[in-house]
């Protein structure tokens, strides 16, 4: 793990080590690679999703051939969207729950009173065996970072910074639609990792580009 630290000095400058882990990461960019004996992942903030994917791809191909990795368990990508839709909390849940909550008379009898926040969630497989966690509804800015986790260490801090995790915060919305697309696809070889990373690319961006279409009328 050691000589991977090394080779990504210059784009994840700020090293963590123990005997079992490395962590490497990039505070002005927001970026942090986790890797330990049977465990990796990527963690980065940013607002273009293609930037996002393009450098996941090659990082963790470099990753992969690094510490000569074969086969992975489990391959899969988390994106988190936060959509602003220029509509009050309020308006939000009425039309979110008219939308994607089938609702009658019964079901009416029984939940009578004022919808306050609500929620939708489904897990869907595609045809391809690509596993799908989908999760979406109205948001608050705190709900947001309650609901995301966000390591302070992956931000600048002091009084000289420029990216601060205050600073990230305060440039979110009051309030928008959240978005969570977990896809991920077990017992892959690595050799498959291109065709998943450019499908999940294609079907990921696409579904967020409609449902915050659907959300926006």
């Known amino acids: 793990m050691d000589s991977l630290g090394v080779e990504l000095t210059e784009e994840l ?3 963590e080590r123990s ?24 963690d980065l903030d940013d607002i273009d999703p293609d930037t996002d994917f393009g450098y996941a791809e090659k990082l963790l ?3 992969c051939t690094r510490l000569e990795v074969k086969e992975v368990q489990r391959l899969g990508i988390r994106q988190w969207f936060a959509a602003d ?14 939308r994607f909550l089938a609702r ?15 929620a939708y969630a489904v897990d869907f497989e595609t045809t391809e065996g690509w596993r799908y966690n989908l999760r979406m509804g109205p948001m608050t ?20 910074a420029v990216e601060t995790l205050e600073k990230y915060q305060r440039s979110f919305p009051e309030q928008f639609l ?12 690595v050799d498959k990792m291109d065709k998943f990373l450019v499908g999940v690319r294609r079907r990921s961006h696409d ?9 926006k009328k």
Request: hydrophobic fraction near 35%; charged fraction near 30%; proline fraction near 2%.
């Open 19 to 42: 005997p079992l882990t490395l962590e490497v990461r990039n505070q002005k960019k927001h970026r942090r690679l986790f890797t330990s004996v049977k465990r990796s992942f990527l």
């Open 85 to 98: 839709l220029k509509k009050t909390f309020a308006l939000m849940v009425d039309e979110f729950s008219e």
């Open 141 to 160: 800015r705190a709900q947001w970072f309650l609901m995301v986790g966000h390591e302070s260490s992956n931000f600048e801090s002091g009084e000289a």
């Open 178 to 189: 959240y978005i969570d697309i977990d896809c991920y696809k077990e017992d892959t070889s």
């Open 207 to 215: 579904l967020a580009t409609k449902l915050i279409e659907y959300c």
């Open 61 to 63: 191909k470099k990753t």
């Open 13 to 15: 400058p700020d090293w």
């Open 104 to 118: 009658n008379d019964t079901l009416g009898g029984i939940l009578s009173d004022k919808t306050k926040d609500v």
